[in-house]
């Protein structure tokens, strides 16, 4: 008998919702790599900007896949909306946690989340289950 087939398993059904926590688990797993880097390098303070850019693009883009994927049409509408959800709730952490405004670092991230998550959402769409 194994244990672990009577584990109960979540399955998310809603689309954003469903790209939305993978986007967050991609978020966690680029600031893990990118801290890990930072200490074990030389690297400069000037290039954590790029890095965190590239870090959300990417997790907008893994976000968005899975949006796609589990809507099966209109793949890039959902990763677009994951895209605008995404940078809301960053910013949300950000001014909430961190006292941050908006200003041209926001303007940035949504140039960049949005599309990532439309051509995530349009890969998503069409990948086999």
């Given at each position: 008998?194994?244990?672990?087939?009577?584990?109960?398993?979540i399955?998310?059904?809603?689309?954003?919702l469903?790209?939305?926590?993978?986007?967050?688990?991609?978020?966690?797993?680029?600031?893990?790599?990118?801290?890990?880097?930072?200490?074990?390098?030389?690297?400069?303070?000037?290039?954590?900007?790029?890095?965190?850019?590239?870090?959300?693009g990417?997790?907008?883009?893994?976000?968005?896949?899975?949006?796609?994927?589990?809507?099966?049409?209109?793949?890039?509408?959902?990763g677009?909306?994951?895209?605008?959800?995404?940078?809301?709730?960053?910013?949300?952490?950000?001014?909430?946690?961190?006292?941050?405004?908006?200003?041209?670092?926001?303007?940035?991230?949504?140039l960049?989340?949005?599309?990532?998550?439309?051509?995530?959402?349009?890969?998503?769409v069409?990948?086999?289950?």
């Amino acid at each position: 008998m194994n244990p672990i087939s009577k584990v109960p398993r979540i399955r998310i059904t809603s689309p954003l919702l469903s790209g939305i926590v993978n986007a967050f688990v991609w978020l966690c797993v680029g600031a893990v790599f990118t801290s890990l880097v930072v200490s074990m390098t030389d690297m400069k303070e000037q290039t954590l900007t790029t890095a965190a850019f590239l870090i959300h693009g990417i997790a907008s883009l893994f976000g968005g896949f899975s949006s796609g994927k589990r809507s099966e049409s209109r793949g890039w509408y959902h990763g677009a909306i994951l895209g605008v959800l995404y940078t809301l709730i960053v910013v949300l952490v950000g001014f909430l946690g961190f006292d941050a405004g908006l200003g041209k670092d926001t303007a940035a991230l949504l140039l960049i989340a949005i599309p990532a998550g439309a051509v995530g959402g349009m890969f998503g769409v069409n990948a086999k289950k």
